[in-house]
């Protein structure tokens, strides 16, 4: 697997944790922990469009 092949790896597992953690945060019921859960979707979510920048800007 070469490095872009990688890359779009971790950008695809990235996206499914970001899925997973809305679900979580759609099911929750304590508003702490709902937050909390979106607040990390959100930074995951910030940090994948960055990879998918560069990805686009590699050669």
Do not use: F, G
């Amino acid at each position: 697997m070469d490095q872009k092949q990688k890359l779009q790896k971790c950008m695809q597992d990235c996206q499914n944790i970001v899925n997973e953690l809305q679900s979580l945060a759609n099911q929750a019921n304590e508003t702490k922990l709902k937050s909390t859960l979106d607040e990390s979707a959100h930074h995951l979510d910030m940090c994948l469009r960055e990879c998918e920048y560069a990805s686009k800007q590699a050669p």
